[in-house]
Nanobody, 118 residues
Framework: QVQLLESGGGPVQSGGSLRLSCVASGYIYCMGWFRQAPGKEREGVAYMNDGSRGIYADSVKGRFTISRDNAKKALYLQMNSLKPEDTAMYYC???????????????WGKGTQVTVSS
């Protein structure tokens, strides 16, 4: 079973940038990023199928960019213009078939914390 390991989280000031990374132990067709803030439900941030453009939540469009490097089995999330409301645990997730929505991601990393201060 493919395992996912995130890194790159940390504290950052409002308006700053962070780049999250996720390394998979094997090839995965669809990979994405989710986040969960304290007291809130987990929400999708961005996902992409291999060879396709990223799909983004409205709250991060224009600020976040998802990308992947298949040679490194890696997924990235470049986060710019960060806001305090972006504070959350960010999770890398994957599923072995085509993604058409945020549902049914079956592989999850343990998460990396992003904290944006005002």
């Amino acid at each position: 079973q493919v395992q996912l390991l995130e890194s790159g989280g940390g504290p950052v000031q409002s308006g700053g940038s962070l780049r999250l990374s996720c390394v998979a132990s094997g090839y995965i067709y669809c990979m994405g990023w989710f986040r969960q803030a304290p007291g809130k439900e987990r929400e999708g941030v961005a996902y992409m199928n291999d060879g396709s453009r990223g799909i983004y939540a409205d709250s991060v469009k224009g600020r976040f960019t998802i990308s992947r490097d298949n040679a490194k089995k890696a997924l990235y999330l470049q986060m710019n213009s960060l806001k305090p409301e972006d504070t959350a645990m960010y999770y890398c997730a994957a599923k072995t078939y085509y993604c058409s929505d945020w549902a049914n991601f079956s592989r999850w990393g343990k998460g990396t914390q992003v904290t944006v201060s005002s």
